[in-house]
Protein backbone atom coordinates (compact mmCIF):
# COMPACT_ATOMS: atom_id res chain seq x y z
CA UNK A 1 0.00 0.00 0.00
CA UNK A 2 1.47 3.45 -1.26
CA UNK A 3 1.64 5.86 1.81
CA UNK A 4 0.18 8.17 -0.50
CA UNK A 5 -2.93 6.46 -0.30
CA UNK A 6 -2.64 7.77 3.88
CA UNK A 7 -2.29 11.88 2.33
CA UNK A 8 -4.55 14.53 1.43
CA UNK A 9 -5.55 14.01 -2.05
CA UNK A 10 -5.28 17.49 -3.01
CA UNK A 11 -1.98 17.89 -1.72
CA UNK A 12 -0.69 14.58 -3.89
CA UNK A 13 -2.24 16.00 -7.01
CA UNK A 14 -0.36 19.67 -6.55
CA UNK A 15 1.84 20.32 -8.64
CA UNK A 16 5.21 22.05 -6.80
CA UNK A 17 6.01 25.65 -7.15
CA UNK A 18 9.00 25.35 -9.63
CA UNK A 19 11.38 28.25 -8.77
CA UNK A 20 14.10 29.61 -11.22
CA UNK A 21 16.52 27.30 -12.57
CA UNK A 22 19.63 28.06 -9.91
CA UNK A 23 23.06 28.46 -11.10
CA UNK A 24 24.75 25.53 -9.60
CA UNK A 25 22.02 23.01 -10.76
CA UNK A 26 22.79 24.62 -14.14
CA UNK A 27 26.75 24.61 -13.73
CA UNK A 28 26.79 21.29 -12.98
CA UNK A 29 24.54 19.72 -15.80
CA UNK A 30 25.91 21.29 -18.36
CA UNK A 31 29.98 21.31 -17.26
CA UNK A 32 29.89 25.10 -17.28
CA UNK A 33 31.83 27.50 -14.78
CA UNK A 34 29.37 29.10 -12.35
CA UNK A 35 30.82 32.40 -13.33
CA UNK A 36 30.06 32.16 -16.68
CA UNK A 37 26.52 31.74 -16.37
CA UNK A 38 24.09 35.03 -16.01
CA UNK A 39 21.17 34.47 -15.06
CA UNK A 40 17.75 36.18 -15.00
CA UNK A 41 14.88 33.73 -14.43
CA UNK A 42 14.15 35.20 -10.51
CA UNK A 43 13.62 38.75 -10.74
CA UNK A 44 16.72 39.27 -8.48
CA UNK A 45 18.43 42.46 -7.63
CA UNK A 46 21.64 42.20 -10.04
CA UNK A 47 23.81 44.65 -7.66
CA UNK A 48 23.87 42.15 -4.52
CA UNK A 49 22.71 43.06 -1.20
CA UNK A 50 23.27 46.54 0.26
CA UNK A 51 26.53 47.02 1.69
CA UNK A 52 25.59 48.35 4.53
CA UNK A 53 22.93 44.76 5.09
CA UNK A 54 26.18 42.87 4.56
CA UNK A 55 27.83 44.58 7.23
CA UNK A 56 25.39 44.47 9.71
CA UNK A 57 24.99 40.43 9.19
CA UNK A 58 29.07 39.61 9.38
CA UNK A 59 28.08 41.43 13.05
CA UNK A 60 25.12 39.39 13.85
CA UNK A 61 26.46 36.11 13.29
CA UNK A 62 28.99 36.65 16.52
CA UNK A 63 25.80 35.85 18.27
CA UNK A 64 24.32 32.87 16.20
CA UNK A 65 23.40 31.08 19.20
CA UNK A 66 21.35 33.41 20.65
CA UNK A 67 17.59 32.73 19.53
CA UNK A 68 16.35 35.76 17.38
CA UNK A 69 14.29 38.38 18.21
CA UNK A 70 11.10 36.36 17.58
CA UNK A 71 8.48 39.53 17.95
CA UNK A 72 11.18 41.34 15.40
CA UNK A 73 10.88 44.43 17.53
CA UNK A 74 13.41 46.55 15.88
CA UNK A 75 12.65 45.54 12.47
CA UNK A 76 8.73 46.29 12.62
CA UNK A 77 9.68 49.41 14.04
CA UNK A 78 11.75 50.53 11.69
CA UNK A 79 9.53 49.30 8.93
CA UNK A 80 6.17 51.17 10.74
CA UNK A 81 8.48 54.40 10.62
CA UNK A 82 9.00 54.05 7.57
CA UNK A 83 5.58 53.10 6.05
CA UNK A 84 3.58 55.85 8.36
CA UNK A 85 1.49 53.12 10.07
CA UNK A 86 1.88 51.76 13.21
CA UNK A 87 4.07 49.09 15.08
CA UNK A 88 0.72 46.83 15.66
CA UNK A 89 0.48 47.24 11.68
CA UNK A 90 3.53 45.18 10.82
CA UNK A 91 3.70 40.91 10.54
CA UNK A 92 7.44 39.90 9.69
CA UNK A 93 7.43 36.84 7.61
CA UNK A 94 10.12 33.96 6.17
CA UNK A 95 9.77 36.12 2.80
CA UNK A 96 6.63 37.57 2.10
CA UNK A 97 5.30 34.17 0.65
CA UNK A 98 4.85 32.69 4.30
CA UNK A 99 2.33 35.90 4.93
CA UNK A 100 0.59 34.29 1.50
CA UNK A 101 0.45 31.37 3.40
CA UNK A 102 -0.43 32.76 7.13
CA UNK A 103 -3.53 34.41 4.94
CA UNK A 104 -4.61 31.03 3.87
CA UNK A 105 -3.95 29.26 6.85
CA UNK A 106 -6.08 31.98 8.56
CA UNK A 107 -9.07 32.35 6.06
CA UNK A 108 -9.24 29.67 3.76
CA UNK A 109 -11.45 25.73 4.34
CA UNK A 110 -13.48 23.70 2.00
CA UNK A 111 -16.21 26.12 2.11
CA UNK A 112 -14.01 29.41 1.16
CA UNK A 113 -13.03 30.91 -1.98
CA UNK A 114 -9.99 32.87 -3.24
CA UNK A 115 -10.27 35.14 -5.94
CA UNK A 116 -7.31 36.12 -8.45
CA UNK A 117 -6.26 37.55 -11.89
CA UNK A 118 -5.65 34.81 -14.75
CA UNK A 119 -2.04 35.82 -15.07
CA UNK A 120 -1.08 36.48 -11.61
CA UNK A 121 1.41 34.51 -8.86
CA UNK A 122 0.63 30.79 -9.48
CA UNK A 123 1.49 29.90 -5.61
CA UNK A 124 -1.93 32.06 -4.40
CA UNK A 125 -3.68 28.39 -6.46
CA UNK A 126 -1.32 26.53 -5.41
CA UNK A 127 -2.42 27.79 -1.65
CA UNK A 128 -5.84 27.46 -2.38
CA UNK A 129 -5.69 24.10 -3.00
CA UNK A 130 -3.63 23.17 -0.46
CA UNK A 131 -5.90 24.53 1.99
CA UNK A 132 -9.29 22.57 -0.19
CA UNK A 133 -10.52 26.27 -0.40
CA UNK A 134 -12.65 27.37 -4.39
CA UNK A 135 -9.93 28.87 -6.34
CA UNK A 136 -11.92 31.53 -8.60
CA UNK A 137 -9.70 32.80 -11.91
CA UNK A 138 -10.79 35.99 -12.86
CA UNK A 139 -10.08 36.84 -16.58
CA UNK A 140 -7.14 39.38 -17.08
CA UNK A 141 -7.93 41.30 -20.78
CA UNK A 142 -4.43 42.78 -21.21
CA UNK A 143 -2.71 40.91 -19.05
CA UNK A 144 -3.78 44.05 -16.84
CA UNK A 145 -6.29 42.63 -13.31
CA UNK A 146 -9.44 43.77 -14.24
CA UNK A 147 -11.16 44.89 -10.86
CA UNK A 148 -14.34 45.33 -11.83
CA UNK A 149 -14.73 41.90 -12.78
CA UNK A 150 -13.08 40.69 -10.04
CA UNK A 151 -15.65 42.65 -7.47
CA UNK A 152 -18.61 40.69 -9.58
CA UNK A 153 -16.57 37.46 -8.66
CA UNK A 154 -17.04 37.96 -4.56
CA UNK A 155 -19.54 36.08 -3.22
CA UNK A 156 -20.85 35.10 0.33
CA UNK A 157 -17.94 31.97 0.23
CA UNK A 158 -14.96 34.47 -0.76
CA UNK A 159 -12.90 34.90 2.45
CA UNK A 160 -9.53 36.39 0.20
CA UNK A 161 -8.81 38.43 -2.93
CA UNK A 162 -5.37 38.61 -4.25
CA UNK A 163 -4.00 41.57 -6.33
CA UNK A 164 -0.53 41.55 -6.78
CA UNK A 165 0.63 45.38 -8.36
CA UNK A 166 2.72 45.11 -10.22
CA UNK A 167 1.80 42.14 -11.10
CA UNK A 168 4.39 38.31 -11.72
CA UNK A 169 4.98 37.49 -14.44
CA UNK A 170 2.97 40.62 -16.77
CA UNK A 171 4.95 43.29 -15.37
CA UNK A 172 1.52 45.61 -15.51
CA UNK A 173 -0.42 47.47 -12.66
CA UNK A 174 -3.76 48.66 -11.67
CA UNK A 175 -3.77 52.64 -10.78
CA UNK A 176 -4.96 54.26 -7.80
CA UNK A 177 -8.32 55.06 -9.73
CA UNK A 178 -8.92 51.13 -10.04
CA UNK A 179 -7.87 50.34 -6.72
CA UNK A 180 -10.62 52.73 -5.23
CA UNK A 181 -13.15 51.75 -7.07
CA UNK A 182 -12.75 48.24 -6.19
CA UNK A 183 -12.37 48.75 -2.66
CA UNK A 184 -15.96 50.82 -2.64
CA UNK A 185 -17.53 47.41 -3.63
CA UNK A 186 -15.52 44.91 -1.43
CA UNK A 187 -17.63 43.44 1.78
CA UNK A 188 -16.60 43.26 5.06
CA UNK A 189 -16.43 39.32 5.29
CA UNK A 190 -13.34 39.80 2.49
CA UNK A 191 -9.73 40.15 3.18
CA UNK A 192 -7.84 41.72 0.16
CA UNK A 193 -3.99 41.48 -0.19
CA UNK A 194 -2.26 43.73 -2.18
CA UNK A 195 1.03 41.97 -2.75
CA UNK A 196 3.70 44.85 -3.45
CA UNK A 197 6.68 42.77 -3.77
CA UNK A 198 7.95 45.29 -6.62
CA UNK A 199 6.42 48.25 -4.96
CA UNK A 200 9.85 50.23 -4.70
CA UNK A 201 10.61 49.98 -8.50
CA UNK A 202 7.47 52.06 -9.40
CA UNK A 203 7.82 56.04 -9.97
CA UNK A 204 4.13 56.68 -8.85
CA UNK A 205 3.06 53.79 -6.74
CA UNK A 206 -1.22 53.87 -6.16
CA UNK A 207 -1.46 54.44 -1.90
CA UNK A 208 -2.78 51.05 -0.72
CA UNK A 209 -1.70 52.19 2.76
CA UNK A 210 -4.23 54.08 3.40
CA UNK A 211 -6.89 51.42 3.78
CA UNK A 212 -4.70 49.41 6.44
CA UNK A 213 -4.63 53.10 8.71
CA UNK A 214 -8.55 53.05 8.02
CA UNK A 215 -9.05 49.89 9.33
CA UNK A 216 -10.05 48.21 6.48
CA UNK A 217 -10.01 44.32 5.93
CA UNK A 218 -6.31 44.61 4.05
CA UNK A 219 -2.65 42.96 4.19
CA UNK A 220 -0.33 44.88 1.89
CA UNK A 221 3.19 42.52 1.44
CA UNK A 222 6.24 43.83 0.44
CA UNK A 223 9.50 42.29 0.43
CA UNK A 224 13.23 42.58 0.83
CA UNK A 225 13.82 39.79 -1.35
CA UNK A 226 13.82 42.15 -5.15
CA UNK A 227 14.73 45.82 -4.31
CA UNK A 228 17.19 45.52 -1.24
CA UNK A 229 18.95 42.20 -2.86
CA UNK A 230 18.62 39.84 0.19
CA UNK A 231 16.64 36.75 -1.50
CA UNK A 232 18.54 34.27 -0.07
CA UNK A 233 17.48 35.67 3.29
CA UNK A 234 13.58 34.84 2.70
CA UNK A 235 12.42 38.38 4.96
CA UNK A 236 9.52 39.82 3.93
CA UNK A 237 6.51 41.39 5.59
CA UNK A 238 2.68 42.45 5.95
CA UNK A 239 1.12 45.46 6.80
CA UNK A 240 -2.13 45.07 7.75
CA UNK A 241 -5.01 46.60 10.03
CA UNK A 242 -4.35 45.97 13.16
CA UNK A 243 -6.95 43.59 13.51
CA UNK A 244 -5.76 41.61 10.63
CA UNK A 245 -2.81 41.71 11.64
CA UNK A 246 -3.40 40.13 15.34
CA UNK A 247 -5.24 37.03 13.67
CA UNK A 248 -1.88 36.55 11.69
CA UNK A 249 0.57 36.94 14.09
CA UNK A 250 -1.24 34.08 16.06
CA UNK A 251 -0.95 31.76 13.05
CA UNK A 252 2.57 32.13 12.78
CA UNK A 253 5.51 29.98 13.76
CA UNK A 254 7.64 31.18 16.65
CA UNK A 255 11.03 32.54 15.23
CA UNK A 256 9.45 32.59 11.53
CA UNK A 257 12.55 35.13 10.76
CA UNK A 258 16.22 34.54 11.46
CA UNK A 259 18.41 37.25 13.32
CA UNK A 260 20.85 37.38 10.08
CA UNK A 261 17.53 38.18 8.07
CA UNK A 262 16.53 40.67 10.85
CA UNK A 263 19.74 42.30 10.79
CA UNK A 264 20.33 42.44 7.22
CA UNK A 265 16.91 43.74 6.91
CA UNK A 266 16.94 46.36 9.19
CA UNK A 267 19.93 47.93 7.45
CA UNK A 268 18.93 47.77 4.62
CA UNK A 269 15.89 49.48 4.68
CA UNK A 270 17.73 52.73 5.31
CA UNK A 271 20.79 51.98 2.52
CA UNK A 272 18.74 54.78 0.33
CA UNK A 273 22.02 54.61 -2.29
CA UNK A 274 21.38 51.51 -2.67
CA UNK A 275 17.96 51.60 -3.43
CA UNK A 276 18.63 54.27 -5.65
CA UNK A 277 21.65 52.90 -7.62
CA UNK A 278 19.03 49.31 -7.91
CA UNK A 279 16.14 51.77 -9.41
CA UNK A 280 18.50 53.72 -11.95
CA UNK A 281 20.10 49.98 -13.32
CA UNK A 282 16.38 49.01 -13.77
CA UNK A 283 15.19 51.49 -15.53
CA UNK A 284 18.17 51.97 -18.07
CA UNK A 285 17.87 47.92 -18.06
CA UNK A 286 13.90 47.81 -18.58
CA UNK A 287 14.47 50.65 -21.41
CA UNK A 288 17.47 48.45 -23.42
CA UNK A 289 15.36 45.37 -22.83
CA UNK A 290 11.72 47.03 -23.93
CA UNK A 291 13.54 48.58 -27.04
CA UNK A 292 15.50 45.39 -28.39
CA UNK A 293 12.36 43.35 -28.65
CA UNK A 294 10.88 46.46 -30.52
CA UNK A 295 13.37 46.03 -32.82
CA UNK A 296 13.24 42.30 -33.31
CA UNK A 297 9.72 42.24 -33.65
CA UNK A 298 9.29 40.58 -30.60
CA UNK A 299 5.87 41.33 -28.82
CA UNK A 300 5.92 41.89 -25.22
CA UNK A 301 4.26 43.47 -22.25
CA UNK A 302 5.11 46.83 -21.10
CA UNK A 303 6.47 46.04 -17.45
CA UNK A 304 6.80 48.51 -14.52
CA UNK A 305 8.28 45.78 -12.50
CA UNK A 306 11.69 44.43 -13.06
CA UNK A 307 11.60 41.81 -15.53
CA UNK A 308 10.24 42.07 -19.52
CA UNK A 309 7.36 38.79 -20.76
CA UNK A 310 8.35 38.51 -23.91
CA UNK A 311 6.48 35.98 -26.60
CA UNK A 312 9.36 33.67 -28.43
CA UNK A 313 7.20 31.14 -30.31
CA UNK A 314 7.85 28.04 -28.07
CA UNK A 315 8.87 29.69 -24.59
CA UNK A 316 10.30 26.20 -23.58
CA UNK A 317 12.33 25.22 -26.63
CA UNK A 318 13.65 28.79 -25.93
CA UNK A 319 14.33 28.06 -22.29
CA UNK A 320 16.28 24.97 -22.95
CA UNK A 321 18.27 26.58 -26.10
CA UNK A 322 18.97 29.39 -24.13
CA UNK A 323 19.85 27.46 -20.89
CA UNK A 324 22.85 25.34 -22.88
CA UNK A 325 24.35 28.20 -23.73
CA UNK A 326 24.84 29.13 -19.82
CA UNK A 327 21.80 31.90 -19.85
CA UNK A 328 18.97 31.12 -17.35
CA UNK A 329 15.38 32.59 -18.41
CA UNK A 330 11.88 31.89 -17.53
CA UNK A 331 9.66 29.63 -19.07
CA UNK A 332 5.48 30.46 -18.47
CA UNK A 333 4.17 27.40 -19.46
CA UNK A 334 3.07 27.07 -15.40
CA UNK A 335 1.12 30.21 -16.11
CA UNK A 336 -0.33 29.21 -19.30
CA UNK A 337 1.74 31.15 -21.02
CA UNK A 338 3.66 28.88 -23.29
CA UNK A 339 4.14 30.80 -26.00
CA UNK A 340 6.38 33.37 -23.68
CA UNK A 341 9.61 33.58 -21.44
CA UNK A 342 10.11 35.83 -18.72
CA UNK A 343 13.58 37.99 -18.53
CA UNK A 344 14.38 39.65 -15.63
CA UNK A 345 16.68 42.85 -15.99
CA UNK A 346 20.18 42.33 -15.11
CA UNK A 347 23.53 44.31 -15.21
CA UNK A 348 23.95 46.19 -18.49
CA UNK A 349 26.75 43.13 -19.46
CA UNK A 350 24.18 40.41 -18.65
CA UNK A 351 21.16 42.25 -20.62
CA UNK A 352 23.67 42.43 -23.43
CA UNK A 353 24.50 38.79 -23.23
CA UNK A 354 20.82 37.80 -23.39
CA UNK A 355 19.95 39.25 -25.76
CA UNK A 356 23.04 37.89 -28.20
CA UNK A 357 22.16 34.10 -26.78
CA UNK A 358 17.89 34.78 -27.15
CA UNK A 359 19.18 36.47 -31.09
CA UNK A 360 21.13 33.24 -31.30
CA UNK A 361 18.37 30.98 -30.39
CA UNK A 362 15.88 32.02 -32.62
CA UNK A 363 18.15 32.33 -35.63
Known amino acids: MSIESSANR ?3 DLVAYEPGKPIEETARELGLEPSRIVKLASNENPLG ?6 EAMKKALEDSHIYPDGGGYKLRM ?3 ESQNVE ?4 VLGNGSNEIIELLCHTFLNPEAELIAAEHAFVVYKLMATLFGAR ?3 VPDPGFVHDLDAMADAITERTRLVF ?3 PNNPTGTMVDQEAIDRFMARVPDHVVVCFDEAYYEFLETPPDTLKY ?6 VCVLRTCSKIHGLAALRIGYGLASESVAKILQKAR ?7 IAQAGALAALSDEVHIEQTREINRRGLEMLQQAFSERGLEFVPSVANFVLVKVGDGDAVFQAMLQKGVIVRAMRGYKLPEWVRISVGTMDQNRRCLEVLDEVLA
Open 49 to 54: PSPKAK
Open 212 to 217: VREGRN
Open 135 to 137: YVE
Open 163 to 165: IAN
Open 10 to 12: FVC
Open 253 to 259: QPFNTNA
Open 78 to 80: AIA
Open 87 to 90: FANV
